[in-house]
C-alpha cells in the first residue's frame, strides 16, 4: 500500500484515483476546479472509439491539410499562438506523417484500446455505473471521396471486425443518413459493431461519487497544483494554492496543463491544444437521430446519440491555449451539421462547447515512470482520452503497484519533445 496524490479531476485522473484506490493504495486527488471533469472531458464526443484509433498524423496529411485549411467549413484551423512550443509541435507532427509510423502507432493504439475496453467492461460492473447513457450501437465511419472510400475499403478485411459497405448498404444500416439530400454525398463507410458510446462527463461524476465511498480514497482536494518538492531525484511532495501534500508517488493527469507542472522538473513533455468544438441537442419525439454512432471522416465529424441528446463533436483547431466560441466555426458546424443530418435533433437549442485535447504529436498517450522517482505520467490522450483512459488508468495502478504492465507499452512511454 503506498500513499499517492493524483493530479487533475478529468476523465483520466478519476479513472487513475479509482485503479490506484482499487490496487490497494491510500489516494487523494488535486483539482483546482469546484467540480470534477470541467475540461476536454466535460462534452467531448462520447465515442468509446476502441478499434477506430488511427492517429491524425498519417502520410498525405499535410496536402489533406492544404485543402481542409482552404474550405472555410473545413475541419482544420491555423493561426499562429506566438510560441515556440506550436512550431516545435508542428515539426514533430510532421515527421510523424509517414504510412509506416502511423501503421506502428495504430497497432500499438489498437493493443490499449483492446485493453481498455476489457478494463471498461469490469469497471462497469464493479462500480455499477448506471447512469453514463452507455450504448453500444457500434461505429458507422462514413466517406464523402470515392476514392479515399474506396482505398480504406480495399484495405478492409474480409471476416474482421470491420466490414465495408457500399452507399445503399449504408443507407439500410442507418436509414437517417438519407435525410440530408438522401445520402447522394456519401460514398460509402465502414462499420464496426460492438463500438460504444457514454456519457464523459456524468461517467467522471458517478466514478467521483463511487470513489468517495471507497475505503482507500482519502478525499479530493480543491486546489491548483503549483509545482513539486524534491529531494534529489525523488519528489517528495506537491505544493498546492492549499498548502503542501506529501506522498509516496504522484500521478500527473492534469491535461494539458501536466506540460506546465513538469516543465520545472526538466520534463518537457510534448503536449499542444488541439480545439474542438461540440454541440448538444435536444431530441424530441418528431426527430430521427442516427442510432449508430457516425463519423464523418472528411468533415472530422462525430454524430451519437447520448441519452437524449444528440452529441455532435468536430474540428482540429491549432490555435493556442483559448477555449472561447468562435462564432464563424460554429457557424460552419451548424451547416455542416444541419445538411449531414436535418431532422435528428433540435439544434436551435444545441449547447455550444469548446474544449483542448491535449495531444502528443504522435496521437500516443504518455504513460508510466519519468526519470524522476515518484513521479508518474498519465498523459497526452488526444482526441481518444474518453477510450483509453479504463486501460491507462490500470497500466498506471499495476506500475506502480510494483507489478509488470498488462500491455507492451513501446511507444506509449515518456518521450522528449
Ligand atoms: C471536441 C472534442 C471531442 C472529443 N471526443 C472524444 C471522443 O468521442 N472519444 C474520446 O475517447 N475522446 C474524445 N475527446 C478527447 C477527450 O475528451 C480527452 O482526451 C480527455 O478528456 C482528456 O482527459 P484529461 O483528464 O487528460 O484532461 P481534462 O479533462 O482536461 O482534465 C484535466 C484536469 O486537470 C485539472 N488541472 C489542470 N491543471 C491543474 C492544476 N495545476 N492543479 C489542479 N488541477 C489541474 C483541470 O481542471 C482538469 O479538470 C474529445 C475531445 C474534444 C475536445
Known amino acids: 500500500m503506498k500513499q499517492l496524490v493524483v493530479i487533475g479531476g478529468g476523465v483520466i485522473g478519476v479513472t487513475t484515483a479509482w485503479a490506484l484506490a482499487e490496487a490497494g493504495h491510500r489516494v487523494t486527488l488535486v483539482e483546482r476546479e469546484p467540480a470534477l471533469a470541467e475540461g476536454a472531458s466535460r462534452a467531448n464526443g462520447g465515442q468509446l472509439s476502441y478499434r477506430y484509433v488511427s492517429p491524425l498524423a498519417d502520410a498525405g496529411v499535410p496536402m489533406k491539410a492544404l485543402r481542409w485549411l482552404m474550405d472555410p467549413d473545413g475541419p482544420l484551423r491555423f493561426k499562429p499562438d506566438g510560441s515556440w512550443a506550436q512550431w516545435r509541435w508542428l515539426a514533430a507532427f510532421l515527421a510523424h506523417c509517414r504510412a509506416e509510423v502511423n501503421r506502428q502507432t495504430t497497432e500499438r493504439l489498437l493493443a490499449l484500446g483492446a485493453y481498455s475496453q476489457r478494463c471498461f467492461g469490469e469497471l462497469h460492473q464493479r462500480a455499477e455505473l448506471d447512469a453514463v447513457a452507455l450504448r453500444t450501437p457500434g461505429k458507422l465511419v462514413v466517406y464523402r471521396r470515392p476514392g479515399e472510400f474506396e482505398s480504406v475499403a480495399r484495405r ?24 440530408g439530400r438522401g445520402g447522394d454525398w456519401l460514398a460509402g463507410g465502414i462499420f464496426t459493431a460492438g463500438e460504444a458510446v457514454a456519457d464523459c462527463h456524468a461517467l467522471c461524476l458517478q466514478l467521483g461519487d463511487r470513489l468517495r465511498d471507497h475505503p482507500n480514497f482519502e478525499g479530493w482536494v480543491h486546489a491548483t497544483a503549483l509545482d513539486f518538492v524534491c529531494d534529489g531525484d525523488r519528489v517528495t511532495a506537491l505544493r498546492t494554492s492549499r498548502g503542501e501534500l506529501g506522498a509516496a508517488g504522484f500521478v500527473l493527469a492534469a491535461g494539458l496543463q501536466s506540460a506546465a507542472l513538469a516543465a520545472p522538473l526538466g520534463l518537457r513533455l510534448p503536449l499542444y491544444p488541439l480545439k474542438g468544438y461540440s454541440l448538444s441537442a435536444p431530441i424530441e419525439a418528431r426527430h430521427r437521430p442516427p442510432q449508430v454512432s457516425v463519423t464523418d471522416f472528411e468533415r472530422k465529424t462525430l454524430y451519437a446519440r447520448i441519452g437524449e441528446q444528440l452529441r455532435v463533436a468536430a474540428m482540429v483547431d491549432l490555435v493556442g491555449e483559448d477555449t472561447r466560441l468562435d462564432p464563424r466555426r460554429l457557424a460552419a458546424l451548424h451547416r455542416t451539421v444541419r445538411a449531414t443530418f436535418p431532422n435528428a435533433a433540435d439544434y436551435d437549442r444545441a449547447l455550444p462547447w469548446a474544449g483542448l485535447r491535449p495531444a502528443t504529436p504522435s496521437g500516443a498517450p504518455m504513460l508510466g515512470a519519468t526519470p524522476l522517482r515518484g513521479l508518474w505520467l498519465n498523459v497526452g490522450h488526444g482526441a481518444l482520452g474518453f477510450t483509453f483512459s479504463f486501460g491507462s488508468a490500470r497500466i498506471l495502478a499495476e506500475l506502480i503497484s510494483d507489478r509488470a504492465s498488462p500491455i507492451d507499452l513501446t511507444g506509449l512511454q515518456l518521450r522528449a519533445a
Not at 478492409?156 to 444500416?173: F, I, K, V, Y
Open 156 to 179: 478492409t478485411l474480409t471476416g474482421g471486425p470491420e466490414q465495408a459497405l457500399s452507399q445503399a448498404e449504408c443507407l439500410a444500416l442507418e436509414p437517417s443518413l438519407a435525410d
